[in-house]
């Protein structure tokens, strides 16, 4: 998309997901995105992407508020709809890879109400030109850093940063992007934006965050920090190509489930 028409939308592409494991003692609070996936020839699924450990486990008890949608297609700021379900496993997608930290959700239902929120679509999917994108480069995030958000509008936080290890590069042999941004918890399953060819495109989702303890490492970024950890203003991002392997997956195991529409609503 191409960019003055993307930043005027950016805001409303995430929402804050807060999680509570069914023991009810770990909690995580992340940021997902939205994304619609063509499944059938004229319908689509509306997916909320995030990483596995925010999600925790797909037994347990997920909230998610988005502001209302009043009749002109704009959002009525503070007028919250919230969305509470307890087990949400047969609407759960997990990358099928263990060691790749990406899930999704279908949330079709919740596309269906009253509620205001934008969508990614394969667009922003398309390859990213590593000849005009490289270390250096701008990037552009959106979640809720430490649950810091706009709690009045109920908005995300929109933040900058830039690519700090070679993008055509797998970083440590991983399908990885280092980014130089202030990476906080919360902000894990932030989606990160790059331009490449005057257009943005999904560059990947934040996973981790680079700490300094007694040897360089990195933590989840839903988890809360201990001792005397600090914060290295550098961020793990999972690549575009992983983002697509998981849609992909997420369609196919769909459409065994679904293999005849049975109506026009999914």
């Keep these: 998309m191409s960019t003055p028409l993307f930043q005027h939308y950016m805001a409303f592409i995430t929402a804050k997901i807060d999680m509570k494991a069914p023991n009810g003692t770990n909690t995580s609070i992340g940021t997902g995105f939205f994304y619609s996936v063509p499944v059938y020839k004229d319908q689509s699924i509306l997916l909320l992407i995030s990483n596995k450990h925010v999600f925790i486990d797909p037994n347990g008890e997920i909230t998610v508020s988005l502001n209302r949608k009043i009749d002109n297609d704009t959002p009525e700021y503070g007028n919250i709809r919230t969305f509470n379900q307890t087990g949400f496993a047969n609407e759960y997608y997990a990358h099928p890879n263990n060691d790749i930290d990406l899930a999704c959700i279908n949330v079709s239902q919740m596309g269906k109400t009253d509620c205001f929120y934008k969508c990614l679509n394969n667009e922003f999917l398309e390859p990213i030109n590593?000849?005009?994108?490289?270390?250096?480069?701008d990037v552009i995030f959106v979640g809720y850093p430490e649950n810091r958000y706009d709690m009045v509008n109920n908005l995300p936080l929109i933040r900058k940063g830039s690519i700090a290890s070679m993008p055509n590069i797998d970083f440590n042999g991983k399908g990885q992007i280092v980014i130089d941004a202030q990476v906080f918890p919360g902000s894990s399953g932030s989606p990160v934006f790059v331009i490449s060819d005057n257009y943005y495109r999904l560059l990947g989702v934040v996973s981790e965050t680079m700490i300094r303890h007694s040897q360089l490492q990195t933590l989840p970024t839903n988890m809360p920090l201990v001792g005397v950890q600090q914060m290295l203003g550098l961020g793990i991002?999972?690549?575009?190509?992983?983002?697509?392997?998981?849609i992909d997956h997420t369609v196919n195991e769909f459409l065994q489930k679904h293999p005849e529409p049975q109506s026009q609503e999914l």
């Design 130 to 137: 590593y000849e005009n994108v490289t270390t250096g480069d």
């Design 237 to 246: 991002v999972i690549k575009q190509k992983h983002i697509q392997e998981l």
